[in-house]
């Protein structure tokens, strides 16, 4: 069986419930006033991947051509935006400039393992305002609830 954008789309969803769950948790200990911690800022920035290429795939994009797409948000939004995502999705120039962000720290894979020296991280209520703003008008358009 293969791959479907309502699965990609349902997995975006399960990644980021599991984003929220982490942060009930992880972000109210001390030191994350500030800054989401890693591991909820990797499932966001998953979810937005998935979201993204469940987009695609309904377009008429297939698994070969997503997966060589690899995991810049960046790429994929441009891909998206080249697929007429704009019809059902606005990201503003803030939503914007934080997804470039989370797509730096997720490319890098520093969110997956620890690189030492400054860098800028979100803090969670505008990623989780991006990352549901994202997934609401996918889902819909793929037929995920």
Do not use: Q
């Not at 920035?45 to 008429?60: P, Q, R, S, V, W």
């Not at 730096?104 to 969110?111: A, C, K, Q």
């Amino acid at each position: 069986m293969a791959t479907t954008s309502i699965g990609l789309a349902r997995y975006a969803r399960d990644y980021f419930e599991a984003a929220k769950a982490a942060d009930d948790v992880i972000g109210n200990k001390s030191g994350y006033e500030i800054i989401a911690p890693p591991p909820v800022m990797f499932l966001t920035a998953h979810a937005i991947e998935l979201g993204f290429k469940a987009y695609l795939l309904n377009t008429g994009e297939n698994l070969s051509s997503l997966k060589k797409l690899g995991h810049d948000l960046i790429v994929l939004w441009n891909v998206c935006s080249n697929n007429n995502i704009n019809s059902i999705l606005v990201l503003n120039k803030e939503e914007l400039s934080l997804l470039e962000l989370i797509s730096d720290l997720h490319v890098s894979t520093e969110l997956r393992y620890i690189d030492t020296g400054f860098k800028t991280f979100p803090v969670f209520g505008p990623l989780e305002n991006l990352v549901s703003k994202i997934l609401d008008a996918v889902c819909l358009n793929v037929g995920y609830r």
